[in-house]
């Protein structure tokens, strides 16, 4: 069965960092990109970034680049979301999901995650 | 970046309607559209992507049109279950962005 299990959310601080994980299972990892979407508490879903299957390729949403990076280790099939100075509108589900086009980033999102939940207050 | 305009923002109807949402892209983004639901505490599930193609296991009621920067997802007789969150997505160019989301209820 093909899974995305993401995990590593919790409540910090402004200012500070964190590091979600997204284990996969089920089918070969190495050839499919992942991305990150997020959605804060009642409002819409944002495209945060995505690594390609070999981490070759990383893109960033505008709010989130130069803090946030992703990568991913094809031994462990994880993927990793590296979130650094982290501010209160960080606050989100954090979900994420496999490009549907192997050994590409060009496609739609197939498989997602059930989503953790990162909290940023003070 | 590209920007998609989805509308409306929510819409109630009665089990069996037809209903359609909207979504315009600020550029020509070709069919590179998918259309996503979202429920409560559930896993966003894609239901069109190519602007126009049934994801597999997905009911034909679910329909999609569009190419180009004007895009509608159709449910053509709508059911209880299918009230949850429906959004677009570009997929044409990074950094994707998705619609605003149009909220769906049952009367």
Known sequence: ?122 | AVQMTQFPSSLSASIGDRVTITCRASQGIRNDLGWYQVKPGKAPKVLIYDASTLQSGVPSRFSGRGSGTDFTLTISSLQPEDSATYYCLQDYQYPRTFGQGTKVEIK
């Open chain 1, 1 to 122: 069965q093909e899974q995305l299990v993401e995990s590593g959310g919790g409540v910090v601080q402004p200012g500070t960092s964190l590091r979600l994980s997204c284990a996969a299972s089920g089918f070969t990892f190495n050839n499919y990109g992942v991305h990150w979407v997020r959605q804060p508490p009642g409002k819409g879903l944002e495209w945060v970034a995505v690594t390609s299957h070999d981490g070759g390729k990383n893109y960033y949403g505008d709010s989130v680049k130069g803090r946030f990076a992703t990568s991913r280790d094809n031994s462990k099939n994880t993927v990793f979301l590296q979130m650094d100075s982290l501010r209160v509108e960080d606050t989100a589900i954090y979900y994420c999901a496999r490009d549907a086009t192997a050994l590409a980033v060009t496609g739609f999102f197939d498989l997602w995650g059930q989503g953790t939940l990162v909290t940023v207050s003070s």
